[in-house]
């Protein structure tokens, strides 16, 4: 067989990063090596994967056909690979947790210093992510565990989930801006004359998803909450930010909180996991989470 992983996970790594200097860095290998692989894999069964013509390689038809492809047997391969290692130790090699952009990182600081004091040989990999993206992880086999995805979660007796609670949103605009002076609650009709600022769907083979803006709104889309909260602590938009990341700045006015008639102001908010791919480290994992009050307190939500 001349279909070689490797060149797969190239493509892959091309794909994502843009460039073979990126690639290569995230592969920890040379742009040479890289570029000598996928030379010869293309030698070896006559095709073109790339056009090498302009300032960047783009993918051909046939390159795209090969990279959607290798992508699946990528992901079978790495379930392959967790799955060998759990049955020999129970403990997974390496271990991935997907977190929602709207997820504090920080508050896993005090989980992950617990975890290394085990001395178990798994590593510990985050990704962030958004909307839809969130969910792509776990379906797609590129995470362990998701932690924060928000909206309807995938119906596949593969994957298990359960309820965090209540992601609290808020719309929110600098001082400055024209919306600051207005009566509330905010008409639809007047917040549409407004550029939104919103969250982009990082998911790459479902179909993306956008919350929270009028349909007749121009945006300006960023693909992480740091990004955003900077658009619009610079007067450069309107839009929903999570409660959580907003509050400091409605304490010293930085960002002022305003009252409106529509849109979705609340989002069920899940913990996820792959049932195939769950070894010690995954339910060590999902137990802590589940157990931590800052993480409950986060996701205020009363359940009937």
């Given amino acids: 067989m001349r279909v070689n992983l490797d060149v797969l996970l190239i493509l892959d790594a091309l ?39 302009g300032h960047r390689a783009k993918f051909t038809d046939t390159g795209k056909i090969v990279l959607e492809k290798g992508r699946i047997l990528l992901s079978a391969a790495r379930e392959l690979e967790k799955q060998a290692v759990q049955i020999e130790s129970g403990w997974e090699k390496e271990l991935t947790i997907a977190l929602d952009g709207s997820f504090p990182f920080h508050l896993l600081l005090p989980m992950i210093e617990e975890f290394y004091q085990l001395n178990c040989l798994t590593q510990l990999r985050f990704t962030h992510h958004t909307l839809s993206g969130s969910w792509e992880q776990l379906t797609q086999n590129d995470a362990d565990i998701i932690l924060g995805a928000i909206n309807e979660p995938p119906t596949s007796t593969e994957f298990s989930y359960q309820m965090l ?29 407004h550029r939104a600022i919103v969250i982009g769907d990082t998911a790459r083979f479902s179909t993306g998803q956008a919350t929270n803006y009028l349909q007749e709104q121009e945006r300006m889309v960023v693909y992480d909450f740091h990004n955003k909260l900077l658009a619009l602590v610079s007067g450069l938009g309107c839009g929903f930010m999570p409660r959580h990341i907003v509050e400091p700045y409605l304490k010293t006015g930085t960002l002022v909180a305003k009252k409106t008639t529509s849109s979705r102001q609340k989002d069920l908010a899940y913990l996820g ?9 995954s339910r060590w ?17 009363e359940k009937s």
Avoid at 29 to 51: C, G, H
Avoid at 172 to 181: D, K, M, R, W
Avoid at 285 to 301: G, N
């Fill in 15 to 53: 794909e994502k990063h843009g460039s073979f200097a990126a690639a290569a860095e995230s592969l920890f290998k040379t742009p040479a090596a890289l570029s000598y692989m996928v030379q010869k894999f293309e030698n070896d069964l006559s095709i073109k994967l790339l056009d090498r013509s």
């Fill in 165 to 193: 609670g209540m992601l609290e949103n808020v719309f929110v605009i600098s001082p400055s801006h024209p919306l600051a002076t207005a009566d509330e609650p905010l008409d639809p009709r007047l917040i549409c004359t």
């Fill in 273 to 281: 996991w792959n049932n195939a791919s769950e070894g010690v480290a």
């Fill in 285 to 301: 994992w999902r137990e802590k989470i589940l157990e931590s009050e800052l993480i409950k307190f986060m996701y205020q939500y």
